[in-house]
């Protein structure tokens, strides 16, 4: 059987001489499914692109590239116009910026049927709707601009799209990284029924071993533009030889693993501390009834934040979960003085939040925020002594600054801190951004840190460092936490309570044992349902 | 902590300048804005003061251009070549301030409605809309008219209608900073208005202005040769707008005096057109998406 996708000492180097893949050989059959799996940079998505001349001019690719046993590198122009889609099609990353805004998801999917002429004009609206119903969405969706999908049925339409034209291999670039845990769980078994249906062979990339292993029979995990592990998906997945691949594996935990309760993966020698035991007493932080309400466009109010009662004891880390748009990131502002609620209150330190704003300037000395995406969160023209030493500015802190902000880097890890100073944020790698974000709050000696999705945006392995800093920092200074994120694994590593948001409300609020374990509502049994599974070494 | 600052401002300088070398018309229009300022910066050295005396004045009236006049002579008898110098000085100060002025106010409204938007961005932006709405020309007549003669009334009318423009244009650039989450992170660490506005927004708007400057000076000096013309100011004082002026009303046009007319003419034009290329030039230097493009 001739090989749907056959790659034989591939190489693609970028002008300057970056090399972003430096030689990999994969073989994929008809009908056979294959994970790519690595970091940002690791070179995944280049190899993925060069299958079908998708990179930019400046790369130069040799090796060979075998597409039905056919290289595409030798193909002529018209050849590979014909080959894109109709042999081989892709599934983009971010089905948000994929879609043309100001046309229907219809004429989109029909798209590539038109240009290739693959089918009659009159049949072309009957394969749409066959091809909506393949991936679960209703016949009239044809008719819906992107604004009018939520991210997942978005996703859906882009895999319709990718099947249009009846591809013999699909390439899906990160499918579900935008997405909820349930919605991904979705798509996920969407994308293996169909694989499974219609016998595509399917490469799939993601930075997510758990998500790679849920879909694919193989794993290959890539590490500076090598293939370093190739193996049937549980071996990889339960049984990882690489390094590489061992820290992959162990950055996203099991919950319910005792193995990773209180301890991300981390490579640094200070370790992890032992497990503290918060200090019983009057809750750092309150919130009593909070309500926040937003006035919507076109009249009428959306109630964004539902009669919450929440607390944060002193040095103790609460992470708040729910999918997007629940609500988690407007408490989160309100908590911080930087929403104003509709009703209920704040309390700190048993005392309602100043609503003045040299109070409020007080009260955020003492509660400070890590944001999710730390490249946006630095302002790109400061140094890194100047975004560290900002906070001290506001505060006029006493003391000499130089020093306190060289405390602040070295409490966040960042040694030997005069190294980091000078140094603009875009020489820096996402981990070290973020270690400047949280070193900015630091400065200021804070007993209250609310981080946004803290690792969110960052890459498997720094993901481990920074939540194993957040538990240093607890057992170390004694710093409370109320960290907001999508992903349960978080919670079960480093979280004392958890606090499950829904539409607004507090479903279920509790120990981390209690609640990720034996869950009592329904909503969080589906949260923990639809963890993607990587089934059993056999 | 200042040398890597320091360091840094000079690299990206010398970064910008290279940019800057790279376009041809700015190197052009910088080399002709040089000689103007030159020539503003000499005229008193250059030109004795017995030239620009209408009792001194040595020559026959509107005599054509010759070996003693080398533009021939007003109808005064005074030199063209002395009053076109002369002129330099007082049409680049009157350019300049008034495109200060404009941006000044234009950079102060539009980081205000801007920054705290509700109903104080409302009111400025309304504030805003009526001065865009006047015809800035019969305004400008109007103030000129009402407040005493001088360069300064001319500058305070050229300033006061000429900065609705500028104040859009930082408005949309600082909503753009604003939106960024450094600035929410500088929030949260307890930061002000005021020390989110020069700490953030205004480094970041800084730039843009800078161009909207240069540009707006060549708008300016036309602005202010057609007040002039128009017989507003001070009629003593001498300037290319009034020279032209002087040409219309003396009858210079129908003696076919072209030697009259020119040069205070090409030296309005010259000018403009040096400061509009290179303001052209630093908006490509200073906005990547333009660069691109080119």
Known sequence: MTPVLELRDLRVTYAGGHAAVRGVDLTLLPGQTLGLAGESGCGKSSLAMSVLRLLPKDAQVSGEILLDGEDTRAMSWGRLRAVRWASASIVFQGAMHALNPVRRVGTQIAEPMRLHASLPEDQVEARVAQLLAQVELPPEKARAYPHELSGGQKQRVMIAMALACGPRLVIADEPTTALDVIVQAQVLALVTRLVAEQGIGLVMISHDLSVLGSVCERLAVMYEGQVVELGSAPTVVHDPQHAHTKALAAAFPTVGDPASRYAPATTNPAGVPPKVVPRAGEPLLRTQALRVDFRQRGGGWMRAVNDVSLEVGRGEIVALVGQSGSGKTTLARTVLGLQQPSGGQVLYDGRPLPRGSRGLREYRREAQLVLQDPTSALNPRHTVYEAVAEGLRIHRMPGDERELVAAALEAAELRPAGRYMPVLPHRLSGGQRQRVVIAGALALRPRLLVADEPVASLDASVRGEILALLLRLRAELGLAALVITHDLGLAWNIADRVAVMYRGELVEVGEVEQVLLAPRHEYTQSLLAALPEVAPVT | ?294
């Not at chain 2, 007082?90 to 950079?107: C, H, P």
């Not at chain 2, 009334?153 to 960024?180: C, D, F, H, K, N």
């Not at chain 2, 202010?224 to 001070?234: A, I, M, P, V």
């Open chain 2, 1 to 294: 902590m200042t040398s890597p600052a320091w360091a840094r401002r000079r690299d990206a300088a010398g970064r910008a300048w290279r940019e800057f070398a790279a376009n041809r018309g700015g190197l052009v229009g910088l080399v002709v804005l040089a000689v103007f300022v030159l020539v503003a910066a000499l005229g008193p050295v250059l030109i004795d003061d017995a030239d620009l005396d209408v009792t001194r004045a040595t020559g026959d009236r509107l005599r054509s251009p010759s070996g003693e006049f080398w533009l021939g002579t007003d109808e005064n008898g005074r030199s063209v070549l002395a009053l076109t110098l002369w002129g330099t000085q007082l049409s680049l100060v009157v350019g300049l301030a008034a495109a200060l002025l404009s941006v000044v106010i234009g950079t102060t409204v539009g980081i205000l409605a801007g920054h705290f938007g509700g109903w104080l961005s409302a009111v400025l932006l309304r504030f805003t809309d009526f001065f865009l709405i006047m015809p800035s020309l019969v305004l400008a007549i109007a103030l000129s008219a009402v407040l005493d003669g001088g360069a300064g009334t001319i500058i305070l009318a050229i300033g006061v209608v000429s900065w609705p423009a500028s104040a859009r244009l930082v408005r949309a650039q600082t909503l753009a900073v604003e939106a960024r989450p450094y600035i929410e992170r500088s929030r949260a660490l307890g930061g002000g208005h005021g020390h989110v506005i020069f700490k953030h927004v205004l480094p970041s708007v800084l730039p843009l202005v800078f161009v909207n400057t240069t540009l707006a000076v060549g708008t300016a000096i036309v602005a202010e040769s057609t007040l002039r013309f128009l017989g507003l100011g001070d009629t003593n004082e001498i300037t290319w707008g009034g020279l032209l002026r002087s040409a219309g009303s003396s009858g210079a046009i129908t003696y076919g005096a072209w030697w009259y007319l020119l040069p205070p003419g090409i030296a309005i034009v010259l000018l403009v057109l040096a400061f509009t290329l290179v303001g052209r030039a630093l908006e490509t230097v200073l906005n990547p998406k333009l660069r691109e493009r080119r």
